[in-house]
């Protein structure tokens, strides 16, 4: 018993629930284990409902309404009609890489979900590494999808994998580096305890990492305007061309999930997570959750689609650096600024990011045609 | 270490997202680089030109329908005008007056669609292909008030119409010019400056004017090279010689101008329509013409700006009331030749985005 409760108190999930919280480690952790499976399933299913009626808006049609009262159901009639389809599978595919993809890419969407908390720690388990856990999970998607990319056998498949590859090893340093700015004005890994050092919400202590996050985490799950490895209107469909029913389902599952993931950590990490005045805080959680997800949808109706080169100058030499400054700055600002004046950081850190962004936009040209790499 | 590798094939089509119907091509890709392709085309080959032959005169104008679908007004247009020269047919005024108004209108909805798909082509998903549909709708409800066809519309005969506007056409007409140029401001406005596609389209997939004149380019292809032709001006057919408007002109060639040459002669289109509608004269819009004609030994060739470029009907009669042979100078399939030319040693994204910005319609292509 003693190792298991040394596990458990590592695992800290004791540290914020109540004392009389009833059932051992395993009951807690098969309890939040359907929470989230539960809860994830039926965000997906709100995601898209949200993305598709609001893209409907967006575009001057209505979007799907047929499906119960304002078209609610439609997701779920999606998922009926994707659950009977046929699974057709490639002859020349790899069968098993072709058949572990899907769990491959999903998996990982999942776990992330472990350590957010939806109220104060309301988590799976209150890693004390957890944004760096959150951060080496996400990227194991990738592996996925470049399987479903190679197994599936077809050109377009492979040019969206190796895409998407490309994207997310350049994405991740601007995203980690963004992060640690986060994790030096709270002082902490735990996602928990970043939620409770906002009592500003770092969004405004830290406008700029908010911004190449929020940039960053956009690419890095492929959503436009960085959507090249499923560009549409050039590769298909991208890696999961060769997918049909209930496997596509879980691309587009992941696809949605991945959205949802990263809007979670942003409200968790800059937008000050479950805290919020009345509300019950997981509703505030939803809510934020919802509210990122919607500029997500917002960019995705109106922006062009950039290419492989840009995607890479983007993060390169436009996102990598400011990280770096953005990073220095907060270095410095902490050591000079003791912990009582942080709303210090407010002005003055919107105000550098404002300067930089504009600066460096300046230096920074995507345009006329040939950018080299 | 060094990695070896190879240039690889990618078919593109017959059914692809983005090739705007059932064109293929064979790309020859280095990584994400194009190296050569190959232009297949054919899938949509119904030997129009053949059928021709089979049918009487007046027979074919709805199979001229048929061939760039996108603008059909225009291709009964250039049809209509060859079998004229070649019987010696006159056209009243108000007629050629409508004609005009037809014309200019169906550039602009095809013009619409060239821009909104070339905004898909560039990855905005759907809005500004589905603003711009918007507007097309509002064309096509004139035209079905015409015809009663949206897309086919079989609309002009020779020596005039099938029959005159109703009375609530020109009403309508005028509440749509009151629309109109208010939206293509607002489509300038959000689209113009938009950074992704300056970044995207400027410098990409250059067309340079000797290119563009070796290939017989015409239409805003060749306008966006730099060179002010537009039949309109240079072989004035119809009435066109009394209006005014400009030539809008492109200045490197590339996937922008096209796009903004596209949008400008909308300006210059609805400019048109404008003086037209305040000039047209009331009479007869159809000269009094046997139902078969029977147009006298010999041939004739018109060519007309259709929104693609210039469209030609080259009919030779053997005195029957079917054309021994006709000929067609397909716009789209000209314009494609230069491809090949415009994309190598671009990437798979500038290749969907040069072939777009060409504006190409395979009813057209492959006849």
Known sequence: MATIGIGINNLGYQQTLPPDWPGGFWWHWLLFMVIIIVCVLILVMAAIYIERRGMGRMQSRLGPNRAGPFGLFQPVADAMKVLLKEDIVPTRADKLVHWLAPVVAFAPVLMIFAVIPFGDGWQLANLNIGILYVVAVSSVATVGVFMAGWGSSNKYSLLGAMRNVAAVVSYEIPLVLAVVGVVMVAGSLSMNQIVLAQDIPFFLIQPLGFLLFFVAGCAEINRSPFDLMEADSEIVAGFHTEYSGMKFAMFYLVEYAEAIAISAIITTLFLGGWRGPLLPPWLWFLIKLIIVFFVMVWTRTTMPRVRIDQLMALAWKFLLPLAVINLLITAVELLFWSDTITWLMVPVNIVIMIVLVVLWSKFFKLGWGKVEV | ?367
């Open chain 2, 1 to 367: 270490m060094t990695l070896k590798t190879e240039p690889f094939m990618l078919n593109m089509g017959p059914v692809h997202p983005s090739t705007h119907g059932v064109y293929r091509m064979r790309a020859t890709l280095d990584g994400e680089v194009v190296v050569d392709i190959e232009p297949v085309f054919g899938y949509l080959h119904r030997g129009i030109e053949k059928l021709a032959e089979e049918r009487t005169f007046t027979g074919f104008i709805p199979l001229t329908d048929r061939l760039d679908y996108i603008s059909s007004m225009s291709n009964n247009m250039a049809y209509c005008m060859a079998v004229e020269k070649l019987a010696g047919i006159e056209v009243p005024e108000r007629a050629e007056y409508l004609r005009v108004i037809l014309a200019e209108m169906q550039r602009l909805a095809n013009h619409l669609i060239a821009v909104g798909s070339f905004f898909n082509d560039c990855g905005a998903y759907f809005t500004p292909f589905l603003y711009m549909f918007r507007e097309r709708e509002k064309i096509l409800d004139l035209f079905e008030m015409l015809s009663g066809q949206r897309l086919t519309y079989n609309y002009m005969r020779f020596g005039g119409f099938s029959q005159d506007v109703p009375a609530e056409f020109m009403p309508a007409l005028r509440k749509f010019m009151g629309q109109m140029p208010g939206m293509v401001d607002e489509f300038d406005r959000f689209l113009k400056q938009n950074e992704v596609l300056l970044a995207r389209a400027r410098g990409v997939g250059i067309l340079t004017a000797e290119q563009a004149i070796n290939c017989g380019i015409s239409g805003p292809v060749l306008r966006a090279s730099g060179i002010e032709w537009d039949l309109r001006k240079a072989d004035p057919y119809s009435i066109y010689d009394r209006f005014e408007f400009d030539i809008p002109t492109g200045e490197f060639g590339d996937c922008y101008d096209r796009y903004r040459v596209r949008v400008e002669e909308m300006r210059q289109s609805l400019r048109i329509i404008e003086q037209a509608m305040d000039q047209m004269p009331s009479g007869p819009v159809r000269s009094d013409l046997p139902h078969l004609v029977r147009p006298p030994a010999g041939e004739a060739y018109t060519h007309i700006e259709s929104p693609k470029g210039e469209l030609g009907f080259y009919l030779v009669s053997d005195d029957s009331i079917a054309p021994y042979r006709c000929h067609i100078r397909p716009t789209s399939l000209i314009n494609l030749s230069a491809l090949r030319d415009m994309v190598i040693g671009w990437k798979v994204a500038d290749l969907i985005l040069t072939f777009g910005s060409i504006d190409i319609c395979l009813g057209e292509v492959d006849r």
